[in-house]
């Protein structure tokens, strides 16, 4: 059965305390993976498409990379407004539209 | 209005009510979802409609039934819901059916008492 875990389930940082969100997946074949940041009480912000294993995107203090088998968020030197669940999703193969399989977020809290 | 907009924001209703949610994007999409988002759950994917012509139904129970009348809009309407149908509903678009950056709306808190 495909999956998508994410891991830890919570992340508390203090502010400028680097750290990575892991994301692993199960899937039959991938045609991407995404990354979203969903702030409380508003929908899911994409950030970021990987496509292929060894790729790699950065955007301010965030940077994801893929490996064939997991998905890395790495932020750097976080701010409290860093502070968000994010999301990682992967779109298979098998399906030949936009269909998103989500894993359940990690809710990163980054104090002062 | 920018984006994707949903109204209500939030919902109380008991379970032999009817009412309907709204969505509209004003980014010319031409695919649009509906998700349950439940906590400390992934997001489900209801709902996709593409260019007005329902794509998928992933499996959803007839007490929830959707409504595309044209690329911008989507209703999604309830009627005898259960409590653990509590949730955020999130709509979101897309170019087509094949974009996979999906862009979402700030959700329906649902509350079914």
């Known amino acids: 059965e495909d999956q998508v875990t994410q891991s830890p389930e919570a992340l508390r940082l203090q502010e400028g305390e680097s750290s990575s969100l892991n994301c692993s997946y199960t899937?039959?074949?991938?045609?991407?993976l995404f990354w979203y940041r969903q702030d409380p009480g508003k929908g899911p912000e994409f950030l970021f498409t990987l496509y292929s294993a060894g790729e790699e995107k950065e955007k301010e203090r965030l940077k994801a990379t893929l490996t064939k088998k997991e998905s890395f968020l790495h932020i750097t030197a976080p701010k409290p407004e860093d502070s968000a669940t994010y999301l990682c999703?992967?779109?298979?193969?098998?399906?030949?539209?936009?269909?998103?399989?989500f894993g359940a977020g990690t809710q990163v809290v980054v104090t002062p | 209005e920018t984006g994707v907009t949903q109204t209500p924001r939030h919902l109380v209703m008991g379970m032999t009510n009817k009412k309907s949610l709204k969505c509209e994007q004003h980014l010319g999409h031409n695919a649009m979802y509906w998700y349950k988002q439940s906590a400390k759950k992934p997001l489900e994917l209801m709902f996709v409609y593409s260019l007005e012509e329902r794509v998928e139904n992933n499996s959803v129970p007839s007490r929830f039934s959707p409504e595309c009348p044209n690329s911008s809009h989507l209703f999604l309407h309830l009627h005898t819901l259960q409590p653990e149908d509590s949730a955020l509903y999130l709509c979101?678009?897309?170019?087509?059916?094949?974009?996979?950056?999906?862009?979402f709306g700030p959700g329906t808190r649902l509350t079914v008492t």
């Open positions: 999703a992967v779109h298979r193969t098998a399906d030949s539209w936009g269909k998103l399989q």
């Open positions: 899937v039959s074949g991938l045609r991407g």
């Open positions: 979101a678009s897309s170019q087509d059916w094949s974009s996979y950056e999906q862009y």
